[in-house]
T-cell receptor, first 111, second 113 residues
């Protein structure tokens, strides 16, 4: 079955710097790749997603890139702010029912 | 939280007791999911439902059962709770149509002593 690996497990950056989180997946049939942000005590919230027919997607300070050949995708956050501090999860799916999640990255943005 | 509520939000129980967690949604979504979240494992799918009385197993379904007798409620039952089932449980819904997007509820923290 699908396996998703996520790195790094923790990431500390200075406010204003960029942060990059990387995920790799094993099943070349996967075609949907969402990213979730989870704040303490809350459920994961979708922040951006990408499908396999697109190489890059941007939404303000957040972007996701996908390399189907290498089977990896990345989350890029520019101009980080303290409120970006949270745990971020990547996921992959080749069907609409079964999201396989990475193990999460704890991002800390220091003022 | 996409109109999703979970109850209870916190529960402490003892090994061997039955436990039922409830997920309630108000927007008539067809697809509903139960995940558990544990350190080092991310979120793992337990069971999901694609309609009333239509359910299927996820990757970590052993020890869990589900029921969906009406569209708005998806129940997760631990027939005889074990300490390994101490976790945070999240319910999710998927929007109908072409999107694959899943939206999560606020979670239930379950402790089995």
């Amino acid at each position: 079955g699908e396996n998703v690996e996520q790195h790094p497990s923790t990431l500390s950056v200075q406010e204003g710097d960029s942060a990059v989180i990387k995920c790799t997946y094993s099943d070349s049939a996967s075609n949907y790749f969402p990213w979730y942000k989870q704040e303490l005590g809350k459920g994961p919230q979708l922040i951006i997603d990408i499908r396999s027919n697109v190489g890059e997607k941007k939404d303000q300070r957040i972007a996701v890139t996908l390399n189907k050949t290498a089977k990896h995708f990345s989350l890029h956050i520019t101009e980080t702010q303290p409120e970006d501090s949270a745990v971020y999860f990547c996921a992959a799916s080749k069907s609409t029912d079964k999201l396989i999640f990475g193990t999460g990255t704890r991002l800390q943005v220091f003022p | 939280d996409a109109g999703i509520t979970q109850s209870p939000r916190h529960k402490v129980t003892e090994t061997g007791t039955p436990v039922t967690l409830r997920c309630h949604q108000t927007e008539n979504h067809r697809y509903m999911y139960w995940y558990r979240q544990d350190p080092g494992h991310g979120l793992r799918l337990i069971h999901y439902s694609y309609g009333v009385k239509d359910t299927d197993k996820g990757e970590v379904s052993d020890g869990y059962s589900v029921s969906r007798s009406k569209t708005e409620d998806f129940l997760l039952t631990l027939e005889s709770a074990t300490s390994s089932q101490t976790s945070v449980y999240f319910c999710a819904i998927r929007l109908a149509g072409a999107t694959d997007t899943q939206y999560f509820g606020p979670g239930t923290r379950l402790t089995v002593l």
